[in-house]
């Protein structure tokens, strides 16, 4: 086999190589997705003015929770963030 014809099957192996690589990371990100659901915090007393201090209650309230943050325009409320709950 001469040279060229050698290149040639290097260069296809790997570009073949490098669409199996993308298309497994493609699959695992599409697996990865989940859908975060958002709820008032149970255990955070008052207005929420420190998205840090509604993170910290929350993040003890349950251990499903990912974050917390607050919501809304006036009489802004804590809000915790989790993965939510498959009902089926």
Known sequence: MDSSRRNILA???VLLLIVCMAT????VQ???VVKNCMFG?????GWCMSNK???SVCLN???RNLRGQCD???GRECVCIAPCLNKN
């Open 41 to 45: 915090s149970k255990d955070f007393k």
């Open 61 to 63: 309230e349950a251990s």
């Open 11 to 13: 260069s296809a192996a």
């Open 53 to 55: 201090k509604c993170n």
């Open 72 to 74: 809304g325009p006036i």
């Open 30 to 32: 599409a697996h990865d």
């Open 24 to 27: 497994e990371m493609m699959l």
